[in-house]
């Protein structure tokens, strides 16, 4: 069982509909991040967030630390959000290596 | 501000071949990290440099892969020989410091044949 678990592994929506991406994870963390990558290109970071929740545009990221989870949401969906966003966890301590989940495919259709 | 810069973008190359990355961090970043991206998995830590020196190779295959950042910017990592599996994007991000926010190039996407 991976330590970070993403749900779902695909999605497509209709342009304007809301997007709920989530990830759940095994391990203590220091911190959560919420990465995007276009097919072909680099990743781009998101959020980097360890408690409570981050809002940047129309993407919004909560953390609930008891419950070992986090989502990612799109308001007002655009094609140009079709990517692939990808969870990853920090262990915390002196320990700064990423644990990546395997990534969410969202398509949004005009 | 420029970002993470990589080259080449692509390459193809045969098995049992060598191939050599390389990658610019952001001016200033004293952490650097090599990922390998096989498609459809989450980016898999290869290596990561403070400065100079490596602070993580403990999924390196060392048998056939190495990398340096000798003077504490640019970086290489090389494949040799390389195997069918391989074929991945190789990805390097740079950091201000152990545990910030990681800035990542656009990769390099290697196929092996």
């Known amino acids: 069982k991976n330590e970070v678990e993403q749900s779902p592994q695909n999605l497509t929506a209709q342009e304007g509909e809301f997007i709920t991406i989530n990830c759940s994870y095994s391990?203590?963390?220091?911190?959560l991040h919420w990465l995007q990558q276009h097919p072909g290109g680099g990743i781009v970071s998101l959020f980097m967030l360890s408690s409570g929740k981050k809002k940047h545009g129309r993407l919004i990221a909560t953390i609930n630390i008891q419950e070992k989870h986090s989502s990612l949401h799109i308001t007002a969906s655009h094609p140009r959000d079709s990517a692939v966003y990808i969870c990853a966890v920090s262990p915390g301590g002196s320990n700064y290596k990423l644990t990546f989940g395997k990534g969410t495919l969202l398509t949004v259709n005009p | 501000e420029a970002g993470v810069a990589q080259s080449p973008r692509y390459k193809i190359i045969e098995k049992r071949q060598s191939v050599a990355f390389w990658c610019n961090p952001i001016?200033?970043?004293?952490?650097l990290y090599w990922y390998q991206q096989i498609l459809g998995q989450g980016p898999k830590l290869l290596i990561q440099f403070q400065n100079n020196g490596v602070v993580d190779d403990s999924q390196l295959p060392k048998d056939r892969f190495s990398a340096e950042r000798l003077k504490g910017v640019d970086s290489t990592l090389k494949i040799q020989p390389a195997k069918l599996e391989d074929s991945a994007v190789y990805l390097c991000?740079?950091?201000f410091g152990l545990g910030e926010t990681q800035y990542f190039g656009p990769g390099t996407r290697l196929l092996v044949l």
């Open positions: 391990v203590g963390i220091s911190a």
């Open positions: 991000a740079s950091s």
């Open positions: 001016s200033g970043h004293a952490t």
